[in-house]
């Protein structure tokens, strides 16, 4: 049942660098807002190295999210750990449903992030979690001493190598473009290790396996072969968290448009972070746009009360 009775000035989507800067500077301005998350961090959590965020020279994921959530709980705010299903216009505000209730904003912030691609081949659901992931930070260690496969030829691809390279025994990369996409130092340091096999202009065609994975088959040049892994990693990008609303205009790859200010095509629903269509998807880029949708909505608030 609805509660009419408290509507919060604002309501943010996400705790990702997006949503959680958001959060911080609409605790300065001293909005009543409400911050809905499924975790804390979003796919930050997973980076195993960020050396690229000012400030720190070197830092993990984990340990970053904890300094941006160490931050935050700084100011007092309400916070609950409940999946969005719906963020619809009512009337003059927005009604953002979960599992669990309806709650009421004057102006939302969709700061979902992104989840990884799937390369949807026979054998990659039946062995998800069976051989098969998609975060080598999370799994990497359950694959010591084997042979696994890495899928994506991308920084994600490079970075989860790189790790695997101190636990794997061999590591194919497959990239199905003619070249690999990452950043050359990645690339060279990978390399350096001795225990990757690159395979570019590569098809995954199927994934084997019995109660496990077993194997991966691959098309190059036309020709077809079966490698023995027991693990596999899927790093071939990610599509934006954009289902839960469909009041807005989204772009080819489902981002959310936003012009500068992070305002969507719906007037009081803003947007920040991966989940857009603003280019690069960086840690920094995301938490500067969160500052920016949280400055917007307090200004869009503002004006409204005039």
Not at 171 to 177: C, K, N, Q, S, V
Not at 191 to 214: M, P, Q
Request: aromatic fraction near 8%; include cysteine.
């Amino acid at each position: 049942m609805a509660d009419f009775n408290k509507i919060h000035d604002l309501i943010i989507v996400g705790a990702g660098p997006a949503g959680i800067t958001a959060a911080i500077y609409a605790a300065r301005k001293r909005m009543d807002f409400l911050v809905l998350t499924t975790n804390i961090g979003g796919q930050v959590t997973y980076s195993s190295e960020v050396d690229n965020y000012t400030g720190f020279q070197y830092i993990t994921g984990e340990e970053l999210v904890a300094k941006f959530y160490e931050h935050l709980k700084r100011y007092n705010f309400d916070l609950k750990m409940e999946e969005v299903k719906s963020i619809k216009p009512h009337d003059d505000m927005f009604n953002v449903k979960t599992d669990y209730a309806n709650y009421f904003g004057r102006t939302v912030i969709v700061a979902t992030g992104r989840r990884p691609r799937e390369l949807n081949v026979p054998g990659e659901r039946e062995f998800k979690n069976r051989g098969v992931t998609y975060c080598a930070t999370c799994d990497a260690p359950l694959f010591e001493g084997m042979d696994v496969a890495v899928v994506g030829g991308g920084n994600a691809g490079l970075e989860a190598v790189l790790q695997l390279t101190k636990i794997a025994s061999k590591i194919y990369l497959f990239e199905i473009m003619p070249q690999l996409k990452a950043d050359p130092i990645l690339t060279e340091k990978a390399l350096a290790s001795g225990k990757v096999e690159v395979w570019t202009s590569t098809k995954v065609l199927e994934i084997t396996g019995e109660k496990t994975v077993n194997g991966i088959r691959v098309q190059r040049a036309g020709e077809t072969t079966l490698l023995p892994v027991q693990g596999i990693f899927v790093e071939i990008g990610s599509v934006p968290n954009s289902e839960i609303v469909d009041s807005v205009e989204k772009n080819q790859w489902g981002e959310i448009i936003v012009n500068c200010a992070c305002e969507t095509s719906y007037p009081g629903l803003f947007a920040a972070g991966d989940v857009t269509s603003v280019p690069e998807k960086q840690i920094i880029i995301a938490a500067g746009e969160g500052c920016k949708a949280a400055l917007s909505a307090f200004r869009h608030l503002s004006r409204k009360r005039i």
